[in-house]
């Protein structure tokens, strides 16, 4: 995967069924989650799939550790979501790299979270996404997913309970980030 969110000077030639395909993959990762669809979240991603979700974690004054593995991202992602209606609007979706048999897609994914306790309180994130993608018999699979926070509106502890039941879900948080967190926004 590409170290940076930057698009490159120059776009590889992609044939058009690839790259639908490949953008399909995140609309189905979005899909699986506003849907609250874990077989079709599972669909889409490698059985070795990683999914750094540490850039909004931090803007949230939350330590997350990067989920690896489809069912620990799958246990991570249904726990974060279980109490929630959410959207994820894909927007500009780019690929980036491709060889035929692996490629890298960029997309802004602005994401509304609300939760279902009639509160009137939510969430809204932009995020840049960063795809690594494989294809297989199956088709394009997400191996890697790199999110990095742009922007946030809304109450950001909407998502916090929530983000303690992802990361348990995965492994260790540090809960001392909760009492000394700064939001920035």
């Keep these: 995967m590409a170290g940076s969110f930057e698009h490159p000077q120059r776009h ?16 189905r990762f979005a899909a699986g989650i506003n849907l609250h669809d874990r077989g079709l979240l599972e669909s889409v991603l490698a059985p070795d799939a ?18 690896e593995g489809r069912h620990t991202v799958a246990d991570a992602v249904m726990a974060a979501n279980e109490r929630m209606d959410t959207t994820h609007s894909i927007s500009n979706p780019r690929v980036m790299e491709y060889d035929g048999k692996h490629a890298v897609l960029g997309a802004l994914v602005e994401e509304h979270y609300l939760p279902r306790d009639g509160s009137g309180r939510h969430l809204v994130l932009m995020n840049s996404y960063q795809v690594d993608l494989a294809v297989d018999v199956s088709g394009w699979t997400i191996r890697r997913m790199k999110i990095a926070c742009l922007w946030l509106s809304g109450d950001p502890d909407v998502l916090w309970l929530p983000s303690v039941n ?20």
Excluded: Y
């Excluded at 992802?166 to 967190?181: E, M, N, Q, V």
């Design 50 to 67: 990683t999914v750094d979700f540490t850039s909004p974690a931090h803007r949230l004054g939350v330590a997350l550790p990067v989920f």
């Design 12 to 27: 590889p030639a992609v044939p058009p069924i690839d790259r639908a395909e490949i953008t399909e993959a995140l609309f």
């Design 166 to 185: 992802a990361a348990k879900a995965a492994g260790p948080i540090d809960l001392c980030a909760w009492k000394d967190r700064h939001r920035s926004t």
